[in-house]
């Protein structure tokens, strides 16, 4: 339910201020954004899934906003997009979004609006946080669980593009937040999100492994302990890891530019002290199925092919620019395929709000029980991913890159 009056029937479980903030990412390096509650990131979320929550949005910025709640299965009027028919927080007014919190997992919120190279607006800006969603049976434990939030700042357009002079980890560069504290055999969850707009990013712990453990907020089938891992915008991984190699280590980017840049965090032992080590960890080539099985997907009630090209400064889907694409109509509880093909040369982060799919064939290879609501398309290369209709209701379907969505990657899925 979506009420105009935010206040009414009942107090909130959650209050979110969006207003203009000057950020301190380090010493001498600050930035003015719009954020929430005056912080970057957001508030953390956390709730049960199953529980009813009203959140009460007010926006003391001049420009309509709102709130997309990334992964949630929830009803278009409150989902948090423009197209899908849910009302913006008007300028200098307030909204509640009142919904039930499903499924389980990693999941976030963060702006929905068009930026149109403004890069204080909608996801350039620091209008993002983690939304945890704890199962009704229990999660696999741990000693530690740790937000990583990944992001940059002061865009600009380079091309196609965009390009940013600095970077952070939790709204802070590397050295100047407070380190993560551990101690020797802890076991520590790292929730990684890239609330980038547009950036994919590689990232390693020196002296450790990072054991995939979800993908998306979603558990993996086979759990698998890697040296780095590589995500795009919109993406999470859940990477649990082994505290056993005492010392002050730099979690960051393995792109240098990055993470000198600030795109870094340092994790350190209890009784250690001294500069943080940073050791390259080799780039191994990323791929989704190794967390998933080999087996070949059943037949699906029907198929969605979707070329991805550009056209001049548009990015078509087969041939078509939003708002004049061709909607994608499914029947309720209907099993379907979408088929990327990927005629550019450059990946694209594509997501399918209020559902999650599972993916079928990346690149050639077959896979199964990966399931997510993210996926990079690597450049001129296919992946397929197979959905089940099972939340009726106008769902968009978009790139996450901010840029790619605002020139026409876009389109609507509709329900019979």
Not at 150 to 178: C, P
Not at 215 to 243: F, H, Q, T, W, Y
Not at 330 to 357: C, E
Request: hydrophobic share 35%.
């Amino acid at each position: 339910m979506f009420t105009e009056t935010p206040f009414a029937d009942r107090p909130a479980d959650v209050t979110l201020r969006i207003g203009e903030i000057t950020l301190d990412l380090g010493p001498k390096k600050s930035v003015r954004t719009i954020a929430y509650n005056g912080q970057v990131p957001g508030p953390l979320i956390r709730v049960r899934e199953g529980q009813t929550i009203a959140v009460d949005v007010s926006n003391s910025t001049g420009e309509e906003e709102i709130v997309h709640w990334h992964g949630l299965h929830i009803p278009s009027e409150v989902d948090g997009s423009h197209e899908e028919g849910t009302p913006p927080v008007p300028a200098g007014g307030s909204r509640r979004y009142s919904f039930t919190a499903a499924p389980s997992g990693t999941r976030w919120y963060h702006s929905h609006v068009m930026a149109m190279h403004n890069f204080r607006r909608a996801t350039y800006s620091g209008q993002f946080g983690i939304f945890v969603i704890e199962a009704r049976s229990g999660e696999a434990g741990c000693d530690l669980d740790v937000p990583v939030l990944l992001h940059e700042w002061e865009g600009r357009m380079a091309g196609d593009d965009v390009e940013y002079k600095l970077f952070s980890i939790n709204g802070k560069m590397l050295g100047a937040g407070e380190p993560v504290r551990v101690r020797p055999g802890q076991r520590v969850l790292f929730r990684i999100v890239n609330s980038s707009a547009s950036m994919m990013h590689r990232l390693a712990l020196t002296g450790h492994l990072l054991e995939v453990v979800a993908l998306d907020g979603n558990a993996v089938p086979n759990p698998r302990k890697v040296r780095s891992v590589e995500m795009g915008p919109g993406e999470r991984i859940d990477a649990m890891v082994e505290m056993n190699n005492p010392g002050v280590w730099v979690l960051g980017e393995l792109d240098d530019r990055q993470r000198d840049g600030g795109m870094g965090m340092v994790v350190e032992y209890a009784d250690k002290k001294g500069p943080p080590r940073w050791v390259r960890a080799p780039e191994i080539p990323w791929d989704y199925t190794i967390f998933g099985g080999g087996e070949t997907a059943g037949e699906p009630d029907g198929r969605f092919p979707i070329e991805i090209k550009p056209k001049g400064d548009r990015w078509t889907l087969n041939g078509k620019s939003f708002p004049h694409t061709d909607p994608l109509v499914v029947r309720a509880n209907g099993r379907y395929r979408m088929i990327f093909d990927n005629q550019s040369a450059m990946a694209h982060p594509v997501h399918l709000h209020r559902h999650t799919f599972e993916i079928s064939r990346f690149a050639g290879k077959a896979s199964s029980g990966v399931r997510k609501d993210v996926v990079m398309v690597p450049a001129w290369r296919q992946v397929q991913v197979d959905f089940t209709a099972n939340n009726p209701g106008a769902t968009l379907f978009h790139c996450h890159h901010q840029h790619h969505m605002e020139m026409g990657f876009m389109t609507m899925m509709q329900y019979l």
